[in-house]
């Protein structure tokens, strides 16, 4: 009876590692590349998609960012400067 607790605990964390969680991050800007269209806030990258324009972001500015986090990548859905 434990193993099989277990066997069903431990799909049901593999299968909830991959969700996205949204979160916000409100700080200034070290570093942006826009070839990789990414920026760096705090330490922490976070990736802009194509449909999410970083055009004016720059070293420096304050942000406000709405992200999701999966797969360890956090995807930027907005920007507000």
Do not use: E, H, W
């Not at 420096?60 to 507000?80: E, P, R």
Request: proline share 1%; net charge positive; aromatic share 4%.
């Amino acid at each position: 009876m434990n193993k099989m607790i277990a066997a069903v605990l431990a799909v049901g964390m593999m299968v909830f590692a991959g969700v996205a969680s949204a979160a916000d991050v409100k700080g200034a800007i070290t570093a942006v590349n826009a070839q990789a269209r990414t920026v760096t806030i705090g330490g922490v990258t976070y990736t802009f998609p194509a449909n999410v324009d970083m055009a004016g972001l720059a070293a420096g500015q304050t942000v406000n960012l709405t992200y999701t986090t999966a797969n360890n990548v956090n995807t930027v859905s907005k920007v507000t400067k």
